[in-house]
DNA sequence: GAGTTAATTAACTCATAAGCTAAATTGTGT
DNA sequence: ACACAATTTAGCTTATGAGTTAATTAACTC
């Protein structure tokens, strides 16, 4: 459902992710109070919304007429296993990196 | 440089995602190697090579006619970097807490 | 230097995505 | 019920992206 490549297409666009890294360092916040992060109109950044939404990367609560969203833990969590699944790929590759260019050996 | 939004853009299609994928678990291949990621044409495939590599996810090493290709290390561990940066965020809300301080060891 | 292999670039089509303005929706306060 | 405030949905335009086939580049072999 939610795939990693769903996510990351969500995260592709500069405002979402700008929308993403906001509602983490501060919290739940309304669409009001999102609408700085770009220079865009509010339908733009209601739409923004609403794929992040589609796309499980958060969540919205609806209260009066204000609607707060924040970010769902699991959707970056997601993205942290997949990277710590490879881990052993890019974790051995940096070492054999530095390792060959404290050796000057550039070998493969 | 390469912005995190551009390298998630990368890896939001399913085809590239799938090429990043087989490349971390098999090391190096060559473009022609990478054909049966998906049922599309060659022209296809190289375009997503060369998407990824204008990303800086993946580089590429001529060795005669052949192209061989490897996912960059730092492109991967960018991406953790940045799940890291807000592990408080998605570790404090959640339930699984017992998993993330059995791999506290691998912080830092 | 002609042929073969490996892969890319070119030119094009079609679908999706992002932006806008204007209209509609939904709850709150009078 | 009426107006207001906060957003979203609708309808439209334009840009980008993925796929195709055909043509081209590049390096090795005879």
Same mark, same amino acid.
């Given at each position: #459902?939610?795939?990693? /490549?769903?996510?990351?297409?969500?995260?592709?666009?500069?405002?979402?992710?700008?929308?993403?890294?906001? %509602?983490?360092?501060?919290?739940?916040?309304?669409?009001?109070?999102?609408? $700085?992060?770009? /220079?865009?109109?509010?339908?733009?950044?209601?739409?923004?919304?609403?794929?992040?939404?589609?796309?499980?990367?958060?969540?919205?609560?609806?209260?009066? /007429?204000?609607?707060?969203?924040?970010?769902? /833990?699991?959707?970056?969590?997601?993205?942290?296993?997949?990277? #710590? $699944?490879?881990?052993?790929?890019?974790?051995?590759?940096? $070492?054999? %990196?530095?390792?060959?260019?404290?050796?000057?050996? %550039? $070998?493969?």
């Amino acid at each position: #459902m939610t795939s990693l /490549p769903a996510t990351f297409a969500a995260l592709s666009d500069a405002t979402r992710f700008a929308i993403v890294e906001r %509602l983490m360092a501060t919290g739940a916040r309304t669409a009001g109070e999102l609408a $700085d992060v770009a /220079p865009i109109s509010a339908p733009a950044i209601s739409r923004h919304l609403r794929v992040l939404r589609e796309a499980g990367v958060i969540e919205q609560r609806i209260e009066g /007429p204000k609607r707060i969203y924040s970010v769902r /833990p699991q959707a970056i969590r997601a993205i942290s296993d997949w990277t #710590m $699944d490879h881990r052993t790929f890019w974790e051995g590759s940096l $070492d054999r %990196l530095a390792r060959a260019l404290e050796n000057r050996e %550039l $070998d493969e």
